[in-house]
């Protein structure tokens, strides 16, 4: 069935309006024209910081402000937002006992987040530019983060396999301006990391 408002537009073929077309209960139904992220990554919104050169970090044993494996920072005064659509993580080497991976964060804060080494970061349309959002493989943060999610980790020393983990964000977590957020462990681990976001004018 097909309901009776009517949507500008172009079928290959023809011309005028496409009618909408309605479920059996009343709810428009829709569809994907093309890839579910092409057209913020077209417009050349997205971004992905990665671990330069897959040099892994060995996080310590508790959530540290000294040894993060990988921090995501939107400066203060950005005018921007960055929206998480992705993280993910792999094992370098086996840890020695059991590690849990952390999502922690840091609020604004009088002290940014010292970023020693900057992650490899590239526009995820382009792989040229420079982002407003910062990555970094090495810095110092203000002070020990809070935790925010977890999202997997190991049981036990060497329980590791070769595949990485992947969090699907969908822009569930967006850092305001002077947010870090950063990839911690409980219970030391090598660890690479990446994040990929959207930076959405506030």
């Known amino acids: 069935m097909y309901a009776e408002m009517l949507v500008t537009g172009q079928r290959p073929g023809s011309t005028g309006k496409i009618p909408m077309r ?17 057209q913020a990554v077209i417009d050349g919104r997205v971004w992905i910081g990665s671990n330069l050169g897959g040099t892994p970090v060995t996080t310590q044993a508790a959530l540290s402000a000294t040894t993060p494996a990988l921090t995501l920072y939107n400066p203060v005064g950005s005018g921007v937002n960055l929206v998480l659509w992705e993280f993910g993580y792999s094992f370098a080497a086996a840890p020695a006992a059991a590690s849990q991976v952390v999502l922690a964060y840091n609020l604004l804060n009088a002290t940014p987040p ?61 850092l305001p301006p002077g947010v870090a957020l950063s ?16 930076e959405v004018n506030i």
Request: aromatic share 8%; charged share 10%; glycine share 12%.
């Open 22 to 38: 309605s479920s059996k209960d009343g709810h428009a139904v829709v569809m994907d024209g093309h890839a579910r992220y092409q």
């Open 114 to 174: 010292t970023l020693t080494t900057l992650a490899n970061v590239v526009n995820a349309g382009t792989f040229t530019g420079s982002p407003i959002g910062q990555c970094a493989r090495v810095s110092t943060l203000s002070a020990a983060p809070l935790a925010l999610k977890y999202v997997g980790g190991t049981t036990g020393a060497a329980a590791i396999s070769g595949y990485p983990t992947i969090y699907d964000c969908a822009g569930s977590i967006v």
């Open 183 to 198: 990839v911690q462990t409980v219970g030391a681990a090598s660890l690479t990391a990446h994040f990929s976001w959207e």
